[in-house]
């Protein structure tokens, strides 16, 4: 992962630390239902994002590298790894 996208991701998984810590809040203060799973749906979006940028990260750099200057058998694993992830985040 490049240290800028590296950063990214870490100040976005601080955020969604809080987040859940928030949940833990409102679970142990017996918030309204609804509340809480609002909340848990904004924690949800933002591990969405977290997977999108890190999924970015990935294919513009290490497919890509793959593509430019790895033989066929790199470029055919890189797109299995791809496939089985992208797979794995949409169940």
Known sequence: MHEATRKAVYGRLRRIEGQVGGLLRMVQEDRYCVDVLTQ???VRAALHKVE???LRDHVA???ANAFAF?????QRQK???LVDTVGRMTR
Do not use: M, S
């Open 40 to 42: 848990v749906n904004a």
């Open 52 to 54: 999108q940028e890190i």
């Open 61 to 63: 750099h290490c497919v």
């Open 70 to 74: 790895g033989d066929v058998l790199d």
């Open 79 to 81: 797109v299995e790894e």
